[in-house]
């Protein structure tokens, strides 16, 4: 607080000097030039530029804008200095001589506090906006590492769960999925820092966990995958196609007799999950994470939703593709 005072009163300081420094070469300028051949308009015009320039920029106005103002500010002071002279000989006939000292340092003093006022509330405005925004996305940032943190915990919670049912019955399975557990495992602590993965990166992981399922599902799981090779430099979240055949699995029913069909293609910019619906009586006990985290991330990170549309007898997910 200490070092912001200061910078303002030398800020002020600046401005005052800057404001009246001009105003006494305007003067002086009218003085020694007026009525001269050589004129005093243009060194006016240049004096004013220059000190609107100079004011607009203590303040980090916008250099464009700070043109723009300048221009506009020659026209008012040659008009306000005009005016102001004939108003000043009429009213004080005995002084005329002085009129075009007078009012250019007056008309001078007007610009330049005028000048000081609009790009001051600019500014303050100007930060009080971009504080606002940088709140919001260390908010979002912070909402997107929480999120991002729930998925390996939800991740072994359901792998834990997957390999309990196996160790009762197949040892060697239940050695086999620990291995491939440890494969795409690895994969996720990689990706734990990125916000968004190639969809091709995401699709060799998502095959990887497949294949971790099917230690899991002997027969009974299908998987019919259609992307497009210009899709796959596209981004996705890390882990999402993973998360929605995940939950495909745990809440439906997979056997041979009444195979799970899940197929990922491309539909309007986003990667579909879908899989015929055939609901479990019973369901793994489930953490709530799932589509709710996939939704979460889009929602703080990228301001994109998601699609989940459900039939009787199918559940779709579509989740945008980055491009």
């Known amino acids: ?165 196996l160790v009762h019955i197949d040892a060697d399975r239940a050695s086999d999925f620990i291995k491939k557990m440890a494969d795409v495992y690895r994969y996720m602590l990689n990706k734990e820092s990125d916000m968004l993965v190639s969809l091709q990166d995401e699709l060799v992981f998502s095959m990887a966990y497949i294949d971790l399922l099917k230690e899991r599902f002997d027969t009974g799981l299908e998987f019919e995958v259609d992307i497009p090779e210009s899709f796959l430099e596209w981004r996705i979240i890390p882990c999402g196609l993973q998360l929605l055949i995940e939950n495909a699995t745990k809440h439906n029913v997979v056997s041979p007799e009444t195979p799970l069909v899940v197929k990922i293609f491309i539909e309007d910019d986003g990667v579909v999950v879908r899989n015929n619906l055939q609901l479990r009586q019973r369901t793994y006990e489930s953490s709530g994470v799932g589509l709710s985290n996939i939704e979460g991330q889009y929602a703080t990170a990228f301001n994109k939703k998601i699609v989940v549309a459900k039939t009787e007898g199918r559940f779709m997910v579509k989740i945008p593709l980055i491009k």
């Open 1 to 165: 607080m200490r070092y912001n005072s200061k910078m303002n009163k030398h800020k002020i300081l600046s401005l005052n000097l800057l404001i009246h420094g001009f105003s006494a070469a305007h003067a002086l300028t009218a003085y020694l030039l007026f009525g001269t051949r050589f004129g005093d308009s243009a060194v006016l015009t240049i004096l004013t530029v220059t000190m609107i320039l100079f004011v607009a920029r203590l303040y980090e106005f916008p250099l464009e804008a700070s043109l723009l103002f300048a221009t506009l500010c020659c026209f008012a002071g040659f008009y306000l200095g005009t005016q102001g002279a004939i108003l000043f000989k009429d009213y004080f006939p005995h002084y005329s001589s002085y009129a075009p000292q007078v009012t250019t340092t007056l008309v001078t003093e007007l610009l330049g506090w005028t000048t000081f006022v609009i790009v001051f509330y600019y500014s303050r405005s100007h930060r009080k906006a971009l504080n606002v925004e940088i709140v919001k996305k260390q908010k979002a940032r912070f909402q997107y590492n929480q999120l991002k943190q729930q998925l390996n915990p939800h991740f072994l919670f359901n792998s834990l769960n997957v390999l309990d049912y």
